[in-house]
């Protein structure tokens, strides 16, 4: 199973970045897909979560109307819309895939495997 996170990068407080992950060797339209971000000297912390359909998204509350999360199974990929970004906001963010039923789609030990994670930096 491979989870490649891209599209991180510099940007300035108050811009947009897009974050997409690609899934590959597992049946992905099964899966639920998870963002985690993880700061520097802090714990990783979830982001925002989608379940396998789409139908229903969870975010935390520090990037609630701020970030979407979106999926296209057909293409095996779900992606992360970050608007009005934040220095706070600056943390390696990793994609996640978790195979659960009915669980609370922000806790992070339920979640199978893991991306190697993509750098976002806001700053002036």
């Known amino acids: 199973v491979q989870l490649q996170a891209s599209g991180g990068g510099l940007v300035q407080p108050g811009g947009s970045l897009r974050l997409s992950c690609a899934a590959s060797g597992l049946s992905f339209s099964i899966y639920r897909m998870g963002w985690f971000r993880q700061a520097p000297g802090k714990e990783r912390e979830f982001a925002a979560g989608i379940d396998w359909s789409g139908g229903r998204t969870s975010y935390a509350d520090s990037v609630k109307g701020r970030f979407t999360i979106s999926r296209d199974n057909a293409k095996n990929t779900v992606v992360l819309q970050m608007n009005s970004l934040k220095s706070e906001d600056t943390a390696v963010y990793y994609c996640?895939?978790?195979?659960?039923?009915?669980?609370?789609?922000?806790?992070?030990?339920?979640?199978?495997?893991w991306g190697q994670g993509t750098q976002v930096t806001v700053s002036s």
């Open positions: 996640a895939a978790d195979r659960s039923v009915g669980e609370p789609l922000g806790i992070a030990s339920r979640y199978d495997y």
